[in-house]
């Protein structure tokens, strides 16, 4: 969906790991689950990284791993220069503004007693930056930006539809200027049209802002329309990573393949957007 | 048998942490019973020190409450600095009484309760409905200590009730017929107030258990099935009804007995209620903290029992 | 709707007897230590519009009791002379809201003359002046000490549910230990571990501290409850992502979530412990005199002569139903409203 990436790499994983300990329900033991482990991955600036696998914590554990609101159990993420597991509490907080997260539920992700003004602004209060005037205005700024009727600037979410609330949260992240989004299941929730008008958004601001994204997702067909580059999970595992054309043209791994052969071909899916497109 | 295990070691250990936090309590009272003794210009300091040594009022508190505990488990509850006797057979008796009094309260409570509650439930959609709605509403915002007085009232006022005590005072030659007959008539009052403080609660839970079940399918297959109603509420609402209720039962034992407190001491019963009062406006130290603990023992005790039953009359909890 | 006009009456119920309680010094004809030892245990004064010989007069008025030579309890009504009820009397003087001095009552009769709605105590002091100072005290007690309880329950809930862990189990065990005890022993218990002779300020305040602390447990069970679940949510997690800390999203995020239950708590709290503070100076652990509190006046209900021959003391009983009923109709409605927004 973008132009290739200009080559520096600014999100770097190595040797990432996470596992969870659960207890079974009647015995009380408790046993270890593997999230993910010995990931590695290096996202270019201005690129759109794909991360697809089967329904399952593993991507959305590392999602919030990689958007710093989870500390991984082993492994360093680098991003840009730091290494953010080594980084302190100070330096954490400012790094915060430079990785953000898109949940899937947007409904969820946002406080329902906030108005949408003081949903976009509470970044920028939390970080203590600006005065309270200009945060208003930054965040109409940024209303406007995603598409949304700035006279809803005293509205609460639930007065929103459910693709304009994932616009709010869109808003929202983009408060601090991040440089990389990460957009765990995004659009998951939406239907085809908002889909693709969401899509359309992301794309202009990718251009406009030179946005990385990291986009996890399980459903290949978005992925196919949007990835530079597209790693496969598998049972907390990478099993496969290469750019988005070779990967659908040659995949290596017996599970990618399993994936690609379930998605409907790529002209099918082209031709139902060509159908939904407004005529 | 790992339920019960666990809810045993549970309870004991809730009946140790309630011992040492009355008795820290009372340690970290300022002053003690030997203040008045203090204050008496005839005593001299030295003997009051001594009093003190010998009381053991000067360790520390660790070491005091060990000696206590070990000497509770021993039986021996400490010595009452008012009534200059040891605290055990002293609470014992009023133990008994208390015990007595809340044992039929609770028992005219649920007796009641249960099939007015039923009753209430099955016939919830007619105009008897409201009016008992409205009455066990306004029987539960009244505040226990109006209801006492006033019962002590109409007994004052009417003569139909002894207005306290326990037995009347003539006992030569009782025969045991005639001493039970004037054991009931004065338990008759404190029992009575009891039982109506807790009646509207438990009303209200039986109600809502019961009017649970009897929508429940299963029932509603069951009347299907052409089984007649007393077959009906017997066994198959009750049993299921009965689960929540078993926990209720629990529960009342706690209000119950905070209740007694205040019905034995405005009915005079001579009980626990009473006891405690007196211990507490002379700061008898180990009263305070033996009636402390054995209140807290028939609560516990009560919510195991109630535990067991649950244990017993439920099967799903026995395949956990 | 239903709810909302009993909720409305129940509100305008309470609102009126608090300014009646808080203006104690403008409705009560006397001060609540104003004895007249000539007329212990005297009924309540009836009101008049006949005299003796039989001619109507508009203005209400009142006769002097004097001692039955023949019955040492009762009284008797001396009907020569006359005390006209009047409205806006000046009386003793007093301080509204303790600081404007004034000394208009609202109603009073010309000395000699007693207008003792309530009838009059053991020292001749009017009943219904000590039950509106009275009130001053309970109520006060009341809501001080669920102000505490709250704060208390919410702090513990809150720290419990947010850190979980073992911090939230050893909470949460020290609550089941408050709870596994019945309250009144408990309170029995902590007011014995306070000294005895002090002044009546601090009493007051080590009653409000003694009864507020320790019924923290259920509400900071509750909180806790709405806690564990409000933490979990993605707006909680985002607001994280953006440097949040902990204390802010306990503020802004996690706590308002809470409101509702806060609310019923404390409409089912005050009442409660204007009860506890009641019962304990009823008991004689509380304030004493000559500070009146509700408990105060009750207490002498205790003795059987009383009871058996001055029925009127047992009035400001009466009188307190209708204020608990209107407390737990207020609970009641609030739970209602709060199940029907928060769907």
Same mark, same amino acid.
């Given at each position: 969906?973008?132009?290739?990436?200009?080559?520096?790499?600014?999100?770097?994983?190595?040797?990432?790991?996470?596992?969870?300990?659960?207890?079974?329900?009647?015995?009380?033991?408790?046993?270890?689950?593997?999230?993910?482990?010995?990931?590695?991955?290096?996202?270019?600036?201005?690129?759109?990284?794909?991360?697809?696998?089967?329904?399952?914590?593993?991507?959305?554990?590392?999602?919030?791993?990689?958007?710093?609101?989870?500390?991984?159990?082993?492994?360093?993420?680098?991003?840009?220069?730091?290494?953010?597991?080594?980084?302190?509490?100070?330096?954490?907080?400012?790094?915060?503004?430079?990785?953000?997260?898109?949940?899937?539920?947007?409904?969820?992700?946002?406080?329902?007693?906030?108005?949408?003004?003081?949903?976009?602004?509470?970044?920028?209060?939390?970080?203590?930056?600006?005065?309270?005037?200009?945060?208003?205005?930054?965040?109409?700024?940024?209303?406007?930006?995603?598409?949304?009727?700035?006279?809803?600037?005293?509205?609460?979410?639930?007065?929103?539809?459910?693709?304009?609330?994932?616009?709010?949260?869109?808003?929202?992240?983009?408060?601090?200027?991040?440089?990389?989004?990460?957009?765990?299941?995004?659009?998951?929730?939406?239907?085809?049209?908002?889909?693709?008008?969401?899509?359309?958004?992301?794309?202009?601001?990718?251009?406009?802002?030179?946005?990385?994204?990291?986009?996890?997702?399980?459903?290949?067909?978005?992925?196919?329309?949007?990835?530079?580059?597209?790693?496969?999970?598998?049972?907390?595992?990478?099993?496969?990573?290469?750019?988005?054309?070779?990967?659908?043209?040659?995949?290596?791994?017996?599970?990618?393949?399993?994936?690609?052969?379930?998605?409907?071909?790529?002209?099918?899916?082209?031709?139902?957007?060509?159908?939904?497109?407004?005529? | 048998?790992?339920?019960?295990?666990?809810?045993?070691?549970?309870?004991?250990?809730?009946?140790?942490?309630?011992?040492?936090?009355?008795?820290?309590?009372?340690?970290?009272?300022?002053?003690?019973?030997?203040?008045?003794?203090?204050?008496?210009?005839?005593?001299?300091?030295?003997?009051?020190?001594?009093?003190?040594?010998?009381?053991?009022?000067?360790?520390?508190?660790?070491?005091?409450?060990?000696?206590?505990?070990?000497?509770?488990?021993?039986?021996?509850?400490?010595?009452?600095?008012?009534?200059?006797?040891?605290?055990?057979?002293?609470?014992?008796?009023?133990?008994?009484?208390?015990?007595?009094?809340?044992?039929?309260?609770?028992?005219?409570?649920?007796?009641?309760?249960?099939?007015?509650?039923?009753?209430?439930?099955?016939?919830?959609?007619?105009?008897?409905?409201?009016?008992?709605?409205?009455?066990?509403?306004? +029987?539960?915002?009244?505040?226990?200590?109006?209801?006492?007085?006033?019962?002590?009232?109409?007994?004052?006022?009417?003569?139909?009730?002894?207005?306290?005590?326990?037995?009347?005072?003539?006992?030569?030659?009782?025969?045991?017929?005639?001493?039970?007959?004037?054991?009931?008539?004065?338990?008759?009052?404190?029992?009575?107030?009891?039982?109506?403080?807790?009646?509207?609660?438990?009303?209200?839970?039986?109600?809502?258990?019961?009017?649970?079940?009897?929508?429940?399918?299963?029932?509603?297959?069951?009347?299907?099935?052409?089984?007649?109603?007393?077959?009906?509420?017997?066994?198959?609402?009750?049993?299921?009804?009965?689960?929540?209720?078993?926990?209720?039962?629990?529960?009342?034992?706690?209000?119950?007995?905070?209740?007694? +407190?205040?019905?034995?001491?405005?009915?005079?019963?001579?009980?626990?209620?009473?006891?405690? +009062?007196?211990?507490?406006?002379?700061?008898?130290?180990?009263?305070?903290?033996?009636?402390?603990?054995?209140?807290?023992?028939?609560?516990?005790?009560?919510?195991?029992?109630?535990?067991?039953?649950?244990?017993?009359?439920?099967?799903?909890?026995?395949?956990? | 709707?239903?709810?909302?006009?009993?909720?409305?009456?129940?509100?305008?119920?309470? &609102?009126?007897?608090?300014?009646?309680?808080?203006?104690?010094?403008? %409705?009560?004809?006397?001060?609540?230590?104003?004895?007249?030892?000539?007329?212990?245990?005297?009924?309540?004064?009836?009101?008049?519009?006949?005299?003796?010989?039989?001619?109507?007069?508009?203005?209400?008025?009142?006769?002097?009791?004097?001692?039955?030579?023949?019955?040492?309890?009762?009284?008797?009504?001396?009907?020569?002379?006359?005390?006209?009820?009047?409205?806006?009397?000046?009386?003793?003087?007093?301080?509204? &809201?303790?600081?404007?001095?004034?000394?208009?009552?609202?109603?009073?009769?010309?000395?000699?003359?007693?207008?003792?709605?309530?009838?009059?105590?053991?020292?001749?002091?009017?009943?219904?002046?000590?039950?509106?100072?009275?009130?001053?005290?309970?109520?006060?007690?009341?809501?001080?000490?669920?102000?505490?309880?709250?704060?208390?329950?919410?702090?513990?809930?809150?720290?419990?549910?947010?850190?979980?862990?073992?911090?939230?189990?050893?909470?949460?065990?020290?609550?089941?230990?408050?709870?596994?005890?019945?309250?009144?022993?408990?309170?029995?218990?902590?007011?014995?571990?306070?000294?005895?002779?002090?002044?009546?300020?601090?009493?007051?305040?080590?009653?409000?501290?003694?009864?507020?602390?320790?019924?923290?447990?259920?509400?900071?069970?509750?909180?806790?409850?709405?806690?564990?679940?409000?933490?979990?949510?993605?707006?909680?997690?985002?607001?994280?992502?953006?440097?949040?800390?902990?204390?802010?999203?306990?503020?802004?995020?996690?706590?308002?979530?809470?409101?509702?239950?806060?609310?019923?708590?404390?409409?089912?709290?005050?009442?409660?412990?204007?009860?506890?503070?009641?019962?304990?100076?009823?008991?004689?652990?509380?304030?004493?005199?000559?500070?009146?509190?509700?408990?105060?006046?009750?207490?002498?209900?205790?003795?059987?002569?009383?009871?058996?021959?001055?029925?009127?003391? %047992?009035?400001?009983?009466?009188?307190?139903?209708?204020?608990?009923?209107? %407390?737990?109709?207020?609970?009641?409605?609030?739970?209602?409203?709060?199940?029907?927004?928060?769907?």
């Amino acid at each position: 969906m973008s132009a290739a990436g200009q080559g520096e790499v600014l999100l770097r994983v190595r040797g990432l790991g996470k596992s969870y300990v659960q207890r079974r329900e009647f015995t009380r033991e408790k046993f270890q689950v593997h999230a993910f482990e010995g990931i590695e991955l290096a996202v270019q600036r201005g690129a759109t990284f794909a991360i697809v696998g089967e329904s399952g914590a593993g991507k959305s554990s590392l999602a919030r791993c990689l958007a710093l609101l989870e500390r991984p159990d082993c492994g360093e993420i680098w991003i840009e220069t730091k290494d953010v597991t080594k980084a302190s509490r100070a330096e954490l907080f400012e790094l915060r503004r430079k990785v953000q997260l898109i949940f899937q539920d947007a409904t969820a992700a946002l406080n329902g007693r906030f108005t949408a003004a003081e949903i976009i602004a509470e970044p920028m209060r939390i970080q203590g930056l600006f005065g309270a005037a200009q945060r208003r205005e930054r965040a109409m700024e940024l209303m406007e930006q995603v598409g949304l009727p700035l006279a809803g600037a005293k509205k609460l979410p639930r007065e929103w539809s459910g693709g304009q609330r994932q616009r709010l949260a869109i808003a929202r992240a983009l408060a601090l200027e991040p440089s990389v989004l990460i957009l765990d299941e995004a659009l998951a929730n939406l239907d085809l049209s908002n889909q693709e008008m969401i899509l359309r958004l992301l794309a202009d601001l990718q251009a406009r802002r030179g946005l990385t994204y990291i986009y996890i997702s399980h459903d290949l067909r978005l992925v196919a329309l949007i990835a530079d580059e597209i790693a496969v999970m598998h049972e907390g595992r990478i099993v496969e990573e290469s750019g988005a054309a070779e990967f659908f043209a040659q995949p290596r791994n017996s599970y990618a393949r399993d994936l690609i052969r379930a998605m409907p071909p790529l002209e099918t899916i082209l031709r139902e957007r060509l159908q939904e497109e407004p005529a | 048998m790992k339920f019960l295990a666990r809810r045993t070691l549970h309870a004991a250990l809730l009946l140790v942490g309630v011992s040492f936090f009355s008795f820290a309590l009372l340690q970290w009272a300022p002053g003690d019973f030997l203040d008045e003794l203090r204050l008496n210009p005839q005593i001299s300091k030295q003997t009051v020190e001594a009093l003190r040594g010998e009381y053991g009022l000067n360790e520390s508190l660790p070491v005091r409450y060990e000696r206590w505990l070990f000497a509770a488990a021993k039986g021996d509850l400490g010595f009452s600095l008012a009534y200059k006797s040891p605290v055990g057979p002293l609470i014992a008796v009023r133990a008994r009484n208390t015990l007595v009094l809340t044992g039929t309260a609770m028992l005219l409570a649920w007796t009641l309760a249960i099939p007015l509650g039923i009753w209430t439930a099955v016939n919830r959609r007619g105009w008897t409905n409201r009016i008992f709605g409205a009455a066990t509403s306004t +029987l539960l915002t009244i505040p226990d200590l109006l209801l006492f007085l006033g019962l002590l009232l109409l007994a004052v006022r009417t003569g139909w009730f002894p207005a306290g005590g326990m037995f009347s005072d003539a006992t030569d030659g009782a025969t045991f017929l005639s001493h039970a007959k004037d054991l009931l008539a004065h338990l008759f009052l404190p029992a009575a107030g009891l039982a109506i403080v807790s009646l509207p609660v438990l009303m209200r839970h039986v109600r809502s258990a019961a009017i649970e079940v009897l929508d429940a399918p299963f029932v509603r297959a069951a009347r299907g099935h052409g089984i007649p109603r007393w077959r009906l509420l017997f066994r198959y609402v009750l049993p299921v009804a009965a689960n929540p209720l078993i926990s209720l039962f629990g529960f009342s034992i706690a209000t119950m007995l905070s209740a007694s +407190l205040l019905a034995e001491v405005i009915l005079s019963w001579p009980g626990l209620g009473p006891l405690l +009062l007196e211990a507490t406006l002379s700061r008898d130290i180990y009263v305070v903290v033996a009636t402390v603990l054995l209140s807290a023992t028939f609560l516990v005790v009560g919510n195991l029992v109630s535990d067991l039953l649950l244990y017993a009359a439920d099967p799903r909890i026995r395949v956990e | 709707m239903r709810g909302n006009r009993k909720l409305g009456a129940a509100l305008v119920f309470l &609102a009126a007897f608090h300014a009646a309680i808080l203006l104690a010094g403008f %409705f009560a004809p006397y001060g609540f230590a104003t004895q007249d030892r000539e007329l212990p245990f005297a009924p309540p004064t009836r009101i008049h519009f006949v005299d003796a010989t039989g001619q109507w007069h508009a203005r209400p008025f009142v006769y002097v009791l004097a001692s039955d030579p023949a019955n040492p309890n009762a009284y008797v009504a001396d009907t020569t002379t006359r005390y006209p009820l009047h409205l806006f009397v000046a009386g003793e003087p007093y301080k509204i &809201a303790g600081m404007l001095p004034t000394r208009t009552h609202l109603f009073g009769v010309a000395e000699p003359g007693r207008i003792f709605l309530l009838g009059s105590d053991a020292f001749g002091r009017d009943q219904l002046s000590r039950f509106l100072y009275g009130g001053q005290l309970s109520l006060m007690a009341g809501l001080l000490a669920a102000v505490l309880t709250l704060a208390a329950g919410i702090a513990i809930g809150g720290v419990a549910g947010f850190y979980g862990g073992w911090i939230d189990d050893l909470l949460m065990r020290g609550g089941e230990l408050f709870l596994a005890l019945p309250w009144l022993y408990l309170l029995f218990a902590v007011r014995a571990a306070m000294p005895l002779h002090v002044s009546q300020a601090q009493v007051f305040l080590l009653l409000v501290a003694v009864v507020g602390l320790i019924g923290w447990a259920r509400p900071a069970r509750l909180v806790r409850g709405i806690v564990l679940s409000a933490k979990e949510r993605n707006s909680v997690l985002a607001a994280r992502g953006f440097g949040a800390s902990d204390l802010y999203l306990m503020r802004r995020h996690v706590l308002p979530e809470a409101y509702g239950v806060i609310l019923t708590q404390i409409t089912l709290l005050v009442p409660q412990y204007i009860l506890a503070e009641v019962t304990l100076t009823f008991l004689g652990l509380g304030v004493g005199e000559p500070m009146p509190s509700w408990g105060s006046l009750l207490a002498s209900l205790q003795q059987y002569y009383v009871l058996a021959t001055y029925w009127w003391m %047992f009035l400001p009983a009466l009188l307190l139903i209708p204020l608990f009923l209107a %407390f737990y109709a207020a609970a009641d409605a609030i739970q209602e409203r709060l199940k029907t927004v928060a769907l």
